[in-house]
């Protein structure tokens, strides 16, 4: 060897210790590393161990002590989660960088949005930067490891003093939300400690892992309805715009070991192009790390393909982070699984069969799988993306100024110039809640303090402009702009049959929102103000010799008229129009309590209009109606907790009808409506799903304690029917229609039922429809709108019989071009078919919605139609009685 080598050597160690130095000066009697506990000395076991979790309020306090004792980790609790558990992130970077924290975020907010900075000024934030990457892990509870690997990266971090982790630490901000759904954590390791050693060893949580919305937590992030994602997006779209963001997850037990960026085919257009080459580039060198490491089953650009749903890794791309995730295969929750090689499957995207391909060169060849095993795989990803980012920061930090310049760029030359939110809407207050979603992304938004005329329309003073020409162009055009997913050789098997796309076909919340939004080709001129925070309305108040007259076509009005009922204040309601006064609007009685009035207004944003006429002949008395939900187990219904969510935001309070309350045979002197959220009939009824079997994920009722297989059988199905032929309201959201439909025996089809995807298909779309909103079920409603329609959604016919005259149809489609935005085949079948029928049985009715009037909780545009079948009806015509 060469001598000239080690002063080199010796002085790359001198580097390496003044670095650490500053901390050894904090604190001189403690040798980095030597006080701070493991991981396995703390918790008592290695992270990942088999039949082994840490406990989030014991993660919590690990982290706390991380950061008491170590000066390279700080730990910031953002507020409590929807049950009550802190929220935490962790900051991770050299001691200098820390005490330099918000310096160093400002000049990271300088490279994300560098409209009008000078030149030198942008080169001297790359000259002083550090690369920002944020992390997280534990979004899927189900998906026990990752929340265990962040302990044990944490702790790397802040005990190793070798060369590659004190780059990292220098050069970089290692941002780690160590577990993005506190509450699903702890439910899910309480859930499989109880049952370690019993015969449901492994068997999956019964019901949602988050209250409300269960694994649909990654599909929240563009409009943000839990606090933890509100959490995130203040780390990721406001407070941090990272250079790259990792999500770690986990997928089936059969496949690859581990997924690594990039994503596959198809991708999303319209991002910085810089970030999908640099999604290549972090990938490529994970993927490296991982064979280094002797890790064998790691396969890129297959599986996850690059239009995805608006989750957080799939949204940041439009942000121009290079936005990613790891998917590792999964055990049976902390319990190892044995793969035989004949049972290791490809992907349908990019990976055919289990063999060698240049994006998956190592297979694994199958036997024992650990929880451990992805602990240690996902250290290598989590490092590796640091590593490449710590050894290439200038690079990176001037990629996140050509992204976000380039893409400000393209929206100052390219059409549409901004996208107008006119002042004037149906429902004003929910196109407020669309601008604070937009403001939730970071994105900019202005507002015009007067009237204008622009491209020859005249907009009122209030109206909101979206321009373009800002460097979160990517994720404002499919936000808001028209949307049409791809059909090619990507989405189509070899047999023709489109493959269904990862989530939704369409993102645009416009469209989910009912708000008007105007693209225009050229810059707004007008004067415009910034709108510098979340815009909370206060509302109004015209007391008039009548009362108040509420709008029906404000979903917050329904919220005021339950504040009021909660009151013990008596509504009406309009059903003939009159002077100043609209079908579907509530009227508020003069005697209502003024204090009362003046806090509804300021909670829910809406007038009280003075009504000065006595409108008594027109109207009728509405009363709150007494709700009750289906709730099964099999892992809990989504839909069902979406709309636990959407009930409660809007103040209709619920109960809860498990199994036992389903059958019980008085539910009419219970209930005035039972919701049936989105279910196939096999899963609510208990009797076995078809097409069961095969991998853990399935989901059969014998796979679970006797406790929790669900279903209400026979004896539940009876006692609906009797519930709904003594007066009762049976809604039913899309698929859960079959239930009345075969179980009743109604006079109406589903005409999809069956159909051949090729030759009927729309996998997520919005989809333009005529409103009846004379009929009370859509009071409120605009008379064309657009309905979300999911694969395995409902449209409805009227079949021939002596009853047609108690079906009103109330939404149907248009006759031709249906598509809004997203993807649909076979218009021609649906045209002029009912998406929404009500349906006189016995006494009551059956309202079915065909398609997502409620969906995530994200469709404003079409809620009312859930609200109104939520409230008193009108008596039902005489010709009904023994019908
Ligand atoms: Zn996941």
Same mark, same amino acid.
């Given at each position: 060897?060469?001598?000239?080598?080690?002063?080199?050597?010796?002085?790359?160690?001198?580097?390496?210790? *003044?670095?650490?130095?500053?901390?050894?000066?904090?604190?001189?009697?403690?040798?980095?590393?030597?006080?701070?506990?493991?991981?396995?000395?703390?918790?008592?076991?290695?992270?990942?161990?088999?039949?082994?979790?840490?406990?989030?309020?014991?993660?919590?306090?690990?982290?706390?002590?991380?950061?008491?004792?170590?000066?390279?980790?700080?730990? $910031?609790?953002?507020?409590?989660?929807?049950?009550?558990?802190?929220?935490?992130?962790?900051?991770?970077?050299?001691?200098?960088?820390?005490?330099?924290?918000?310096?160093?975020?400002?000049?990271?907010?300088?490279?994300?949005?560098?409209?009008?900075?000078?030149?030198?000024?942008?080169?001297?934030?790359?000259?002083?930067?550090?690369?920002?990457?944020?992390?997280?892990?534990?979004?899927?509870?189900?998906?026990?490891?990752?929340?265990?690997?962040?302990?044990?990266?944490?702790?790397?971090?802040?005990?190793?003093?070798?060369?590659?982790?004190?780059?990292?630490?220098?050069?970089?901000?290692?941002?780690?939300?160590?577990?993005?759904?506190?509450?699903?954590?702890?439910?899910?390791?309480?859930?499989?400690?109880?049952?370690?050693?019993?015969?449901?060893?492994?068997?999956?949580?019964?019901?949602?892992?988050?209250?409300?919305?269960?694994?649909?937590?990654?599909?929240?992030?563009?409009?943000?309805?839990?606090?933890?994602?509100?959490?995130?997006?203040?780390?990721?779209?406001?407070?941090?715009?990272?250079?790259?963001?990792?999500?770690?997850?986990?997928?089936?037990?059969?496949?690859?070991?581990?997924?690594?960026?990039?994503?596959?085919?198809?991708?999303?257009?319209?991002?910085?192009?810089?970030?999908?080459?640099?999604?290549?580039?972090?990938?490529?060198?994970?993927?490296?790390?991982?064979?280094?490491?002797?890790?064998?089953?790691?396969?890129?650009?297959?599986?996850?393909?690059?239009?995805?749903?608006?989750?957080?890794?799939?949204?940041?791309?439009?942000?121009?982070?290079?936005?990613?995730?790891?998917?590792?295969?999964?055990?049976?929750?902390?319990?190892?699984?044995?793969?035989?090689?004949?049972?290791?499957?490809?992907?349908?995207?990019?990976?055919?069969?289990?063999?060698?391909?240049?994006?998956?060169?190592?297979?694994?060849?199958?036997?024992?799988?650990?929880?451990?095993?992805?602990?240690?795989?996902?250290?290598?990803?989590?490092?590796?993306?640091?590593?490449?980012?710590?050894?290439?920061?200038?690079?990176?930090?001037?990629?996140?100024?050509?992204?976000?310049?380039?893409?400000?760029?393209?929206?100052?030359?390219?059409?549409?110039?901004?996208?107008?939110?006119?002042?004037?809407?149906?429902?004003?207050?929910?196109?407020?809640?669309?601008? %604070? #979603?937009?403001?939730?992304?970071?994105?900019?938004?202005?507002?015009?303090?007067?009237?204008?005329?622009?491209?020859?329309?005249?907009?009122?003073?209030?109206?909101?402009?979206?321009?373009?020409?800002?460097?979160?162009?990517?994720?404002?055009?499919?936000?808001?702009?028209?949307?049409?997913?791809?059909?090619?050789?990507? #989405?189509?098997?070899?047999?023709?049959?489109?493959?269904?796309?990862?989530?939704?076909?369409?993102? %645009?919340?416009?469209?989910?929102?009912?708000?008007?939004?105007?693209?225009?080709?050229?810059?707004?001129?007008?004067?415009?103000?910034?709108?510098?925070?979340?815009?909370?309305?206060?509302?109004?108040?015209?007391?008039?010799?009548?009362?108040?007259?509420?709008?029906?076509?404000?979903?917050?009005?329904?919220?005021?008229?339950?504040?009021?009922?909660? @009151?013990?204040?008596?509504?009406?309601?309009?059903?003939?129009?009159?002077?100043?006064?609209?079908?579907?609007?509530?009227?508020?009685?003069? *005697?209502?309590?003024?204090?009362? $009035?003046?806090?509804?207004?300021?909670?829910? @944003?809406?007038?009280?209009?003075?009504?000065? #006429?006595?409108?008594?002949?027109?109207?009728?008395?509405?009363?709150?109606?007494?709700?009750?939900?289906?709730?099964?187990?099999?892992?809990?219904?989504?839909?069902?907790?979406?709309?636990?969510?959407?009930?409660?935001?809007?103040?209709?309070?619920?109960?809860?009808?498990?199994?036992?309350?389903?059958?019980?045979?008085?539910?009419?002197?219970?209930?005035?409506?039972?919701?049936?959220?989105?279910?196939?009939?096999?899963?609510?009824? @208990?009797?076995?799903?078809?097409?069961?079997? @095969?991998?853990?994920?399935?989901?059969?009722?014998?796979?679970?304690?006797?406790?929790?297989?669900?279903?209400?059988?026979?004896?539940?199905?009876?006692?609906?029917?009797?519930?709904?032929?003594?007066?009762?309201?049976?809604?039913?959201?899309?698929?859960?229609?079959?239930?009345?439909?075969?179980?009743?025996?109604?006079?109406?089809?589903?005409?999809?039922?069956?159909?051949?995807?090729?030759?009927?298909?729309?996998?997520?779309?919005?989809?333009?429809?005529?409103?009846?909103?004379?009929?009370?079920?859509?009071?409120?409603?605009?008379?064309?709108?657009?309905?979300?329609?999911?694969?395995?959604?409902?449209?409805?016919?009227?079949?021939?019989?002596?009853?047609?005259?108690?079906?009103?149809?109330?939404?149907?489609?248009?006759?031709?071009?249906?598509?809004?935005?997203?993807?649909?085949?076979?218009?021609?079948?649906?045209?002029?078919?009912?998406?929404?029928?009500?349906?006189?049985?016995?006494?009551?009715?059956?309202?079915?919605?065909?398609?997502?009037?409620?969906?995530?909780?994200?469709?404003?545009?079409?809620?009312?139609?859930?609200?109104?079948?939520?409230?008193?009806?009108?008596?039902?015509?005489?010709?009904?009685?023994?019908?």
């Amino acid at each position: 060897m060469k001598p000239n080598r080690l002063p080199l050597r010796l002085a790359l160690v001198m580097l390496a210790l *003044s670095v650490a130095l500053p901390g050894l000066a904090l604190r001189p009697t403690v040798a980095l590393g030597q006080q701070i506990p493991s991981p396995e000395s703390f918790f008592g076991f290695e992270m990942g161990a088999d039949r082994k979790l840490a406990r989030w309020d014991k993660l919590v306090e690990y982290y706390n002590l991380l950061d008491s004792e170590s000066p390279r980790l700080q730990v $910031v609790n953002m507020g409590p989660s929807t049950l009550g558990n802190p929220f935490l992130v962790l900051f991770i970077s050299s001691p200098e960088n820390l005490a330099n924290l918000e310096a160093l975020r400002q000049i990271n907010a300088t490279l994300s949005d560098p409209r009008g900075v000078a030149e030198a000024e942008i080169q001297q934030a790359i000259d002083q930067g550090k690369a920002v990457v944020v992390q997280s892990f534990g979004l899927h509870s189900s998906e026990v490891a990752a929340s265990q690997t962040a302990a044990e990266v944490a702790y790397d971090m802040v005990t190793r003093e070798d060369e590659e982790m004190l780059r990292i630490l220098d050069n970089t901000i290692a941002i780690m939300i160590p577990c993005f759904n506190p509450d699903g954590e702890i439910m899910v390791t309480d859930w499989y400690n109880q049952n370690v050693g019993t015969e449901y060893e492994g068997v999956g949580l019964p019901w949602l892992y988050h209250h409300y919305i269960g694994h649909d937590n990654n599909r929240d992030a563009f409009m943000q309805n839990t606090i933890e994602s509100v959490y995130g997006a203040k780390i990721i779209f406001q407070d941090w715009i990272p250079q790259a963001y990792i999500d770690h997850h986990q997928m089936g037990a059969y496949g690859a070991r581990l997924y690594v960026p990039p994503y596959a085919e198809p991708i999303r257009p319209e991002a910085d192009p810089l970030t999908w080459r640099e999604m290549a580039w972090y990938g490529a060198h994970i993927a490296y790390k991982e064979e280094e490491a002797g890790k064998s089953g790691v396969v890129n650009a297959a599986v996850y393909s690059g239009w995805g749903h608006f989750g957080f890794h799939w949204i940041t791309p439009f942000h121009n982070i290079a936005g990613m995730l790891t998917e590792s295969a999964s055990a049976r929750l902390a319990t190892p699984l044995f793969l035989h090689p004949d049972q290791l499957q490809g992907s349908r995207r990019g990976m055919p069969e289990y063999e060698e391909q240049t994006t998956f060169p190592n297979p694994w060849p199958g036997g024992w799988w650990r929880v451990r095993d992805i602990v240690e795989q996902q250290k290598i990803a989590v490092i590796a993306a640091l590593d490449i980012a710590a050894r290439n920061r200038k690079t990176v930090l001037r990629n996140a100024y050509l992204k976000a310049s380039r893409q400000t760029e393209r929206g100052a030359k390219g059409k549409p110039a901004a996208f107008v939110v006119p002042a004037a809407q149906h429902d004003p207050l929910t196109a407020q809640k669309m601008i %604070n #979603t937009l403001l939730g992304q970071g994105i900019e938004v202005q507002q015009a303090p007067e009237a204008f005329t622009h491209e020859g329309r005249v907009y009122d003073a209030g109206t909101f402009v979206v321009s373009m020409a800002q460097p979160k162009r990517g994720v404002i055009r499919w936000l808001l702009g028209r949307t049409f997913y791809p059909d090619n050789s990507y #989405t189509r098997d070899r047999d023709g049959n489109p493959i269904r796309p990862y989530d939704m076909s369409t993102d %645009n919340i416009a469209e989910y929102m009912g708000v008007r939004v105007d693209p225009v080709d050229t810059a707004v001129e007008t004067a415009l103000a910034k709108v510098t925070q979340k815009i909370d309305p206060a509302g109004s108040i015209a007391k008039g010799q009548h009362g108040y007259v509420l709008d029906g076509r404000l979903n917050d009005s329904f919220k005021a008229v339950n504040l009021l009922w909660d @009151g013990k204040v008596a509504v009406r309601r309009v059903d003939q129009p009159s002077a100043g006064l609209r079908a579907g609007d509530f009227i508020v009685s003069a *005697s209502a309590s003024e204090a009362l $009035v003046a806090e509804i207004a300021q909670e829910t @944003g809406v007038g009280f209009q003075a009504l000065d #006429t006595d409108a008594s002949a027109g109207s009728r008395p509405v009363t709150r109606a007494r709700i009750g939900m289906y709730q099964r187990y099999l892992g809990g219904n989504m839909d069902e907790g979406w709309t636990r969510l959407l009930l409660e935001n809007f103040g209709f309070p619920y109960t809860t009808l498990k199994d036992a309350e389903i059958k019980a045979d008085d539910l009419h002197e219970n209930y005035d409506v039972i919701i049936l959220p989105a279910d196939n009939v096999a899963r609510m009824t @208990g009797e076995r799903p078809e097409g069961s079997g @095969g991998g853990f994920r399935s989901r059969r009722p014998e796979d679970y304690p006797p406790e929790y297989r669900s279903g209400f059988g026979k004896e539940g199905v009876e006692a609906l029917k009797a519930f709904v032929e003594n007066g009762g309201t049976l809604v039913t959201f899309a698929e859960a229609g079959a239930l009345p439909i075969e179980k009743f025996e109604l006079p109406i089809r589903n005409v999809v039922a069956g159909v051949p995807s090729k030759e009927f298909w729309s996998p997520g779309s919005t989809l333009r429809v005529h409103i009846d909103n004379t009929n009370p079920l859509a009071y409120g409603m605009p008379s064309e709108g657009l309905a979300m329609f999911l694969g395995g959604n409902h449209v409805y016919q009227v079949l021939p019989s002596d009853r047609n005259h108690r079906i009103e149809r109330i939404v149907t489609f248009v006759d031709r071009d249906l598509l809004q935005s997203g993807w649909l085949l076979g218009e021609a079948l649906i045209a002029e078919k009912a998406a929404m029928v009500s349906v006189g049985h016995g006494q009551g009715r059956v309202v079915l919605i065909g398609f997502r009037a409620q969906h995530r909780v994200q469709t404003h545009g079409t809620f009312k139609l859930v609200f109104n079948a939520l409230l008193s009806s009108p008596a039902l015509a005489p010709t009904t009685s023994g019908q």
